[in-house]
């Protein structure tokens, strides 16, 4: 195939969403930086999708150190502690950089920004833009991104991160149409995001495929917590192919109540304090319990309901959701939507330090793909937090990294042009095999999980990266590549569920009497790497 | 499951010289949208189908296709049995994928200024509509002027609107959106039908915009002097001949029982440029049993004025008008102007009721006319369609007086919005694509409601351009013949 394209900057970010943006706006203040993106820039990553908000601490009766504790709190306390300071501390600042680039977030008589009420925090201080916050918070970057020095590589998808030594220079890229490039920098950022996509319902835009945990991994980077796996409370039911498709938080923050089939508040069974604002993974097995044990709808799901909210509360506050269910055929403001759980954000990701640093010199991760910061389960609002906070601090670390060689060694190449060539002798096609590997992760290792039914899933996603994959022409290249990339994380996801032998946060192990708190845990983190894994033993086993 | 045959537009630029449809038949769940069956001809017919989404849940912009000659996002719009789906009007990279990317990079950006400033509450709740946008270029794709004018497209001139209503934004951005186009818009209201979000980029960017080049002092000197002229004489166009309401006394009782009452409001052109149809109108009326009282103190409805945002003395105009009806205790007023109809319908807050000619006659229900030997087709007036949502009556109508009548895909003929006195060529060349649509239909000739239109059109095509006022009268005379003959 040969390279088609060669060329080299000082930070190469690989992710265009929301914390890629950031990490670009920041980097290039260093240096020349190119930012690629496997969509059209903003368009590909979650945040573009994220509605309910961004949480920061702006008023006098809020506090850091409050917003810290409902963090920790939500996180079961397997937050890395640093980081999830280094967040609640500079959420507000970012804001206010979001402010100063021209964000329009709802505001108040006095000028304030408008805060809401989210699941598990003491003060509402989730700040939003509607119910498309995270569309206001890219519409911003993107403003800034076109204005500033950056160079956009749309539609390049990072293949591989090419090492000199252990150290990650760069990457191999491909385009839309399979042709290859590579790309040599002093430092790299990786901000793909999320892997929802590895579970047959999800929130995930079809670029929520995990790569940046693949590409990371293989170059020998550490990744921590893989097993957390936050599934959103409430995703669509129907119609079938919109299945999982997110319904905000806010609509719960507005006062959107939660019903079983026998018309039953059931939170109150659950959480009497909180009801439906207690944290998504406490709401969303709430739910699953509902519905496993036949109080749910036919379709297996239950009720969220806003219709006794006057109309026009719904039509300014949730005017997505409104729009997104009347193109379904159901007026909110009216019928009460039909909800279930639905794989929304990984917890787990890479290893980084508060400067965004992996295990690996060179290169750097920001948002979602990195892990840590939230623990065994996220609140509602401190993600997009995340990416503004840590896409700033990746884009700022990896500016001030020294100048290397910027040379790409070309075996390197060449074994991706091997792996590629490969497809051209496979069997199974990457739709089929990615349709079978959702639907094993759904089912095997969902909200509820046992040792038996993960090590039989296990098995399943070793039997399906065993069967070499089918690919001629450049689009089925990029998905049979994609697909191996998701096989891999999901073997993370397995491999961590089953080492942590504890339910903590969003991972439920059904088959393990837990003896301790959360607070209490004597386990930490598990950890992956092409050279390790295990899980952090930080106490005595009770 | 069920199955569905779709077409989808194949082009490879790098193989093909032109593009091709292909036919597929897939199957889909219930209540697929049109992603789903791409997805499934991509999964199991052909895995070399190109097309883009990202988001699934209308947010991203990523998946605008054409389907059955419309925009719409692939993830939201519910596939059907049949479709057709094309690309964006956009250069195609391959298939249904366009390059929006250079249309993406050219949109203004705000600079603010560097002391971060919060924005009040109104502030907000002005620029929130004209944020919304999810820039997928559906707008770009179908807006008429950019088909023949240099002209950076709807959604750069909402952009430039959210910049400049924004108070931390340090950048002229009125010299700025009439370098790129601000005047060349007609306000034809397609790109607000397109859009996923329904933002009315015409009405809360456009003419927001020229309302502020007007403050500026940059109106175009030709649309300064239809102001002028209103100004002076309550009328936005010079009188060539007796006017309509020098011809009519002020209330025009019908040939039989009164079925029903209506004030009429007459507008500028049917006034005084062309005042035969609206005179057929009458005759119309007094034939199916309406009482027409014309006030005849009536003045301008402000239409040219609004679209080119000369708009100080509107609230006089419309303040006259509406004591015009009011006074007589109108309380349902008729227009055959679409614009003047339009206008009254969405720029005013009137305490009665609007009704365009062919929602009036639909409403009383007429006497059948004798049906014209002739073929004609219906241009639709963008202020009717649009404007006052107005498609079916005046078909109905039209199938009811001529023998044959042959369909015409809607387009704006280039009249509208100030852009015929002030952007004539631009207009011309519009009308032109207007006039070869007419030809391409073999119709013998062209119906349609609004004046504006009717001139315009006139100028570009040799087939006659008649209103439907006219065409009923001339079915009822032919009718009164044929019985005098028996």
């Given at each position: 195939m040969g390279v088609i394209t060669t060329e080299d900057c000082h930070v190469l970010v690989i992710g265009s969403g929301g914390a890629g943006i950031r990490a670009a706006l920041e980097a290039a203040q260093y240096g020349e930086t190119i930012l690629i993106g496997k969509t059209i820039a903003g368009k590909g990553g979650c945040t573009v999708m994220a509605e309910g908000g961004y949480n920061a601490v702006l008023r006098e009766a809020d506090t850091i150190t409050g917003h810290l504790e409902d963090t920790l709190k939500g996180g079961a306390y397997l937050n890395d502690r640093t980081l999830a300071e280094v967040l609640v501390n500079e959420a507000p600042d970012r804001m206010a950089d979001l402010i100063r680039m021209g964000a329009?977030?709802?505001?108040?008589?006095?000028?304030?920004?408008?805060?809401?009420?989210?699941?598990?925090?003491?003060?509402?201080?989730?700040?939003?833009?509607?119910?498309?916050?995270?569309?206001?918070?890219?519409?911003?970057?993107?403003?800034?991104?076109?204005?500033?020095?950056?160079?956009?590589?749309?539609?390049?998808?990072?293949?591989?991160?090419?090492?000199?030594?252990?150290?990650?220079?760069?990457?191999?890229?491909?385009?839309?149409?399979?042709?290859?490039?590579a790309i040599a920098a002093d430092a790299v950022v990786l901000a793909t995001g999320g892997a929802g996509q590895i579970y047959d319902i999800t929130t995930n835009s079809t670029a929520g495929t995990g790569d940046g945990y693949a590409l990371g991994f293989r170059a020998g980077a550490e990744l921590i917590d893989m097993e957390m796996v936050q599934f959103h409370p409430t995703g669509a039911v129907h119609p079938y192919d919109a299945r999982g498709r997110l319904i905000t938080e806010a609509?719960?923050?507005?006062?959107?109540?939660?019903?079983?089939?026998?018309?039953?508040?059931?939170?109150?069974?659950?959480?009497?304090?909180?009801?439906?604002?207690?944290?998504?993974?406490?709401?969303?097995?709430?739910?699953?319990?509902?519905?496993?044990?036949?109080?749910?709808?036919?379709?297996?799901?239950?009720?969220?309901?806003?219709?006794?909210?006057?109309?026009?509360?719904?039509?300014?506050?949730?005017?997505?959701?409104?729009?997104?269910?009347?193109?379904?055929?159901?007026?909110?403001?009216?019928?009460?939507?039909?909800?279930?759980?639905?794989?929304?954000?990984?917890?787990?990701?890479?290893?980084i330090t508060p400067s965004c640093e992996t295990t690996v010199p060179g290169l750097f991760a920001c948002g979602e793909v990195a892990g840590g910061v939230h623990g065994a389960n996220r609140l509602g609002g401190n993600a997009l937090a995340e990416t503004q906070v840590f896409g700033r601090r990746a884009g700022e670390a990896a500016g001030r990294s020294k100048e290397e060689k910027r040379e790409i060694d070309p075996t390197q190449i060449e074994a991706v042009e091997q792996r590629i060539a490969a497809f051209g002798a496979g069997e199974m096609k990457p739709s089929d095999c990615v349709a079978r590997m959702k639907r094993a992760m759904w089912d095997g290792a969902g909200i509820y999980r046992t040792a038996a039914a993960l090590t039989t899933t296990r098995e399943a996603i070793l039997d399906l990266a065993a069967s070499p994959l089918a690919a001629s022409s450049g689009p089925e290249?990029?998905?049979?590549?994609?697909?191996?990339?998701?096989?891999?994380?999901?073997?993370?996801?397995?491999?961590?569920?089953?080492?942590?032998?504890?339910?903590?946060?969003?991972?439920?192990?059904?088959?393990?009497?837990?003896?301790?708190?959360?607070?209490?845990?004597?386990?930490?983190?598990?950890?992956?790497?092409?050279?390790?894994?295990?899980?952090?033993?930080?106490?005595?086993?009770? | 499951m069920k199955e569905i045959t779709l077409t989808i537009q194949r082009f490879d630029p790098a193989k093909d010289e032109t593009p091709h449809q292909e036919t597929y038949t897939v199957s889909v769940n219930e209540g697929a949208r049109v992603l789903d069956a791409l997805d499934e001809v991509r999964r199991s017919l052909d895995p070399s189908l190109m097309y883009r989404s990202c988001c699934r849940a209308g947010q991203c912009g990523s998946c605008a296709v054409r389907v059955n000659g419309n925009p719409a996002l692939a993830c939201m719009q519910e596939a059907t049995d049949g479709?057709?789906?094309?690309?964006?009007?956009?250069?195609?990279?391959?298939?249904?994928?366009?390059?929006?990317?250079?249309?993406?990079?050219?949109?203004?950006?705000?600079?603010?200024?560097?002391?971060?400033?919060?924005?009040?509450?109104?502030?907000?709740?002005?620029?929130?509509?004209?944020?919304?946008?999810?820039?997928?270029?559906?707008?770009?794709?179908?807006?008429?002027?950019?088909?023949?004018?240099?002209?950076?497209?709807?959604?750069?001139?909402?952009?430039?609107?959210?910049?400049?209503?924004?108070?931390?934004?340090?950048?002229?951005?009125?010299?700025?959106?009439?370098?790129?186009?601000?005047?060349?818009?007609?306000?034809?209201?397609?790109?607000?039908?397109?859009?996923?979000?329904?933002?009315?980029?015409?009405?809360?960017?456009?003419?927001k915009l020229r309302e502020r080049a007007n403050r500026a002092g940059l109106t175009l000197p030709r649309h300064q002097a239809v102001a002028e002229l209103v100004e002076r004489t309550g009328r936005s166009v010079e009188r060539t001949e007796a006017t309509f309401l020098e011809q009519v006394p002020e209330v025009i009782e019908p040939d039989g029982p009164v079925k029903m009452t209506i004030g009429f409001f007459v507008g500028c052109m049917f006034n005084g440029r062309v005042p035969q149809?609206?005179?057929?109108?009458?005759?119309?009326?007094?034939?199916?049993?309406?009482?027409?009282?014309?006030?005849?103190?009536?003045?301008?409805?402000?239409?040219?004025?609004?679209?080119?945002?000369?708009?100080?003395?509107?609230?006089?105009?419309?303040?006259?008008?509406?004591?015009?009806?009011?006074?007589?205790?109108?309380?349902?007023?008729?227009?055959?102007?679409?614009?003047?109809?339009?206008?009254?319908?969405?720029?005013?807050?009137?305490?009665?009721?609007?009704?365009?000619?062919?929602?009036?006659?639909?409403?009383?229900?007429?006497?059948?006319?004798?049906?014209?030997?002739?073929s004609a087709t219906y241009?639709?007036?963008?202020?009717?369609?649009?404007?006052?949502?107005?498609?079916?009556?005046?078909?109905?109508?039209?199938?009811?007086?001529?023998?044959?009548?042959?369909?015409?895909?809607?387009?704006?003929?280039?009249?509208?919005?100030?852009?015929?006195?002030?952007?004539?060529?631009?207009?011309?060349?519009?009308?032109?694509?207007?006039?070869?649509?007419?030809?391409?239909?073999?119709?013998?000739?062209?119906?349609?409601?609004?004046?504006?239109?009717?001139?315009h059109i006139q100028e570009q095509t040799d087939k006659p351009v008649k209103n439907l006022a006219t065409l009923l009268l001339e079915g009822y005379r032919k009718k009164d013949q044929e019985e005098k003959g028996n």
């Open positions: 329009v977030f709802d505001a108040e008589e006095s000028c304030m920004i408008a805060q809401r009420p989210f699941g598990g925090q003491r003060f509402p201080r989730t700040c939003y833009a509607g119910d498309r916050t995270g569309h206001e918070i890219v519409m911003t970057l993107l403003e800034r991104l076109r204005a500033s020095d950056v160079i956009i590589r749309n539609e390049i998808t990072a293949l591989e991160l090419a090492t000199d030594e252990s150290r990650v220079c760069g990457a191999i890229t491909s385009t839309r149409d399979g042709g290859i490039g609509v719960r923050g507005e006062g959107g109540i939660l019903k079983n089939v026998q018309g039953e508040r059931f939170m109150s069974r659950y959480d009497s304090q909180r009801m439906e604002l207690s944290t998504r993974d406490v709401v969303a097995r709430s739910i699953a319990t509902e519905v496993l044990e036949g109080r749910g709808t036919e379709k297996g799901g239950v009720w969220l309901d806003v219709t006794h909210l006057p109309p026009e509360e719904i039509e300014a506050r949730l005017p997505s959701m409104l729009e997104q269910y009347l193109a379904f055929g159901v007026d909110i403001r009216k019928e009460a939507m039909e909800v279930a759980p639905t794989a929304h954000h990984m917890m787990g990701g890479l290893r290249i990029l998905d049979a590549w994609t697909a191996q990339n998701m096989l891999l994380v999901a073997g993370m996801i397995l491999d961590g569920a089953l080492m942590r032998q504890e339910s903590r946060g969003a991972h439920v192990r059904s088959d393990c009497a837990v003896r301790w708190g959360v607070e209490d845990s004597p386990y930490g983190h598990t950890r992956i790497s092409p050279s390790y894994r295990g899980i952090e033993l930080i106490g005595r086993i009770a | 479709m057709i789906v094309l690309p964006l009007e956009l250069p195609v990279i391959r298939d249904l994928a366009t390059d929006i990317a250079p249309v993406l990079e050219r949109l203004a950006t705000i600079l603010p200024s560097d002391s971060p400033q919060s924005l009040s509450k109104e502030e907000v709740e002005l620029i929130k509509p004209l944020r919304e946008c999810i820039e997928c270029l559906s707008c770009v794709s179908v807006c008429p002027a950019l088909k023949v004018v240099d002209f950076a497209g709807p959604t750069a001139m909402r952009q430039q609107m959210r910049c400049a209503l924004d108070p931390r934004d340090s950048e002229d951005r009125i010299t700025e959106a009439i370098e790129r186009g601000l005047f060349a818009c007609t306000t034809c209201h397609r790109c607000v039908e397109v859009c996923p979000k329904k933002i009315k980029i015409p009405g809360k960017a456009i003419e149809p609206a005179l057929d109108a009458m005759e119309v009326m007094k034939r199916n049993g309406i009482r027409v009282i014309i006030p005849h103190e009536q003045v301008c409805c402000g239409s040219p004025l609004i679209r080119t945002g000369q708009t100080t003395i509107l609230p006089d105009l419309k303040k006259k008008n509406i004591e015009a009806f009011t006074s007589r205790g109108i309380d349902t007023v008729m227009t055959m102007c679409a614009g003047c109809g339009a206008t009254l319908k969405n720029d005013y807050d009137t305490p009665f009721t609007v009704m365009d000619i062919t929602e009036v006659l639909e409403k009383v229900g007429i006497e059948p006319p004798a049906k014209l030997p002739i241009h639709d007036p963008c202020h009717l369609l649009r404007g006052q949502g107005i498609s079916e009556p005046p078909r109905h109508f039209l199938s009811m007086v001529v023998e044959n009548y042959i369909p015409m895909p809607t387009q704006c003929c280039g009249a509208g919005g100030g852009v015929r006195s002030g952007q004539p060529e631009e207009a011309a060349a519009l009308g032109k694509l207007r006039g070869e649509a007419i030809a391409a239909t073999g119709a013998d000739i062209v119906v349609t409601i609004c004046p504006f239109c009717e001139f």
